[in-house]
């Protein structure tokens, strides 16, 4: 089976630009058993989902998308509004993936948005002070539907959580290979230059990697196209991106580095073993 996991779409900002990603991909959409759909689908999640997944229905059938958030799908909208942006997902026809162990063919695909721990560069306080003051996800999203303040503090819960998930799903007895699914980035082994908000962006949870050996991680959010390895798990970007990063003639080039081959030992189906 092939499974194409993907992330920061964007679609939003290919609209402004007056491009589509996605008729590029047709032929290979075709042919594909799955999508997963990594977070970052567009911003103001409310108004623009359900234009969104309509689009998305019209070149593969709905019932074969998967779906979670990515931190922009929280923009104009609230972090605990997970089911809010579930009933838009299921009225489309498509499934939730937040939290959610998929198998496809022996292979588990195990999805979460992670967030991150703000531990990449040592100090928390100082990587969460930075992130406040210059991230726009503290702007942009409301912790509740009171419209309290979201806090760098909030979505390190957050992240806390999803990893415990993470865990327990993995420590389940499992005879096939698996795949981890996460919208932030686990590992600075690919996530390129570290600055003052990288933390942000990337927890290091190679001690987490290295005991638990998925065989694949694939996530979003930087929208660098890095991979890397850590022991035997490799660790690999599959972002989109904004329209001005992506040449128009690189669309599917770029979606079908996250094309999952079931059947391959390697897993991708493009791209590095």
């Not at 990515?70 to 838009?88: A, K, S, T």
């Not at 292979?107 to 040592?122: H, I």
């Not at 981890?180 to 190679?206: K, M, Q, W, Y």
């Not at 001005?244 to 690189?250: A, E, Q, T």
Request: net charge negative.
């Amino acid at each position: 089976m092939k499974v194409l996991v993907t992330a920061d779409v964007h679609l939003d900002a290919w609209q402004r630009a007056g491009r589509d990603p996605f008729p590029s991909l047709a032929r290979a959409l075709s042919t594909v058993d799955a999508v997963i759909l990594a977070g970052d689908l567009t911003n103001n999640p409310r108004l623009r989902w359900s234009a969104a997944l309509s689009r998305l229905s019209e070149i593969v059938a709905p019932e074969k998308v998967y779906i979670f958030p990515g931190n922009h799908d929280y923009y104009h909208f609230r972090l605990d509004g997970d089911d809010v942006l579930r009933g838009i997902v299921e009225d489309a026809g498509m499934n939730w993936a937040q939290k959610a162990g998929l198998e496809f063919d022996g292979v588990r695909f195990l999805c979460a948005t992670l967030w991150t721990d703000f531990l990449l560069s040592g100090s928390k306080t100082t990587a969460q002070n930075a992130a406040w003051f210059a991230m726009n996800d503290y702007r942009q999203i409301s912790r509740n539907a009171a419209g309290d303040l979201l806090l760098p503090g909030h979505t390190s819960d957050l992240h806390a959580e999803h990893l415990a998930w993470l865990t327990d799903e993995i420590s389940r007895s499992f005879a096939g290979r698996t795949v981890i699914v996460t919208h932030h980035c686990p590992s600075p082994s690919a996530t390129g230059e570290v600055d003052r908000l990288t933390p942000a962006f990337t927890s290091n949870l190679d001690d987490w990697i290295i005991r638990h050996r998925p065989d694949l991680w694939l996530f979003g959010h930087t929208h660098r196209h890095l991979s890397g390895r850590v022991g035997r798990t490799r660790i690999m970007n599959i972002s989109l991106g904004y329209p001005d990063d992506v040449p128009s003639v690189r669309e599917a080039e770029i979606l079908l580095r996250g094309l999952v081959d079931t059947e391959s030992p390697g897993m991708l189906a493009y791209g590095p073993p």
